[in-house]
């Protein structure tokens, strides 16, 4: 998930704050442009390789964790776009459960640390959420992140795999996409024209079998969340 909006900002914490090196694993290469944007100029080239390739394709997974001595997972890639999730919900379990499922694997055969990006999505449409809050997904991508955390989970327990979870609320900050929430509200606010906080949902949206819609969001800084992100993966797996 380097190639995405907290991976990429995870990498530029990385390189910035920490000695590592990385290997940035993006889907397609037209997600680099905006790495090399956020991580910055110059972004340490001899500190990060950045390769291609599915995290369902266990063969090249594995063999990129082999070539490179990887020791930590730190698993970002997932189809987080509710909307989206629920068009096509086959092709985002394909790449939120089987891609998890795949990295989890290959984490417990290769004796690897693996810190799996989940989100308080999968809590239901609760506010300051705890560890202690019941899982109760309200939503087909909740309902994936869920599956996914409970993997994770059963992984670490019965498997002795050293398994991290991270479980966020939305974040914002540098973000090269205008429909997020924030930078859409900013870009409104510039241009002079009235913010939209929700568009109106379709006629399809607002059938029964969708979810309604939840009038209260919770927000970190992007920078905020990953530099805590890696203090943890250090605090813990080293």
Known sequence: GAGGFIGAHFIAELLHNSTHSVI??????TSVAYLTTVVGSPYAPERMTIRTGDITDHTKML????SYNIKVIAHFAA???VSIAEADPIETTRSNILG???LLEIARREKVTILVMSTDKVYGNVIDATIDTPLNPQDFYGLTKTSVDQFA???HKYFDTRVLIVRSCNMYGFDLNPSRLIPSIILDCMSGKDPTIKAPLSREAQSASYPKIFPARQFVYVGDAVAAIRMYLM???I
């Open 63 to 66: 063999s990129l964790v082999r």
């Open 79 to 81: 189809q987080p776009i």
């Open 235 to 237: 605090i813990v797996s």
């Open 24 to 29: 940035a694993l993006v889907h397609k290469f």
């Open 100 to 102: 998890t499922l795949t």
């Open 153 to 155: 989970q059963y992984y």
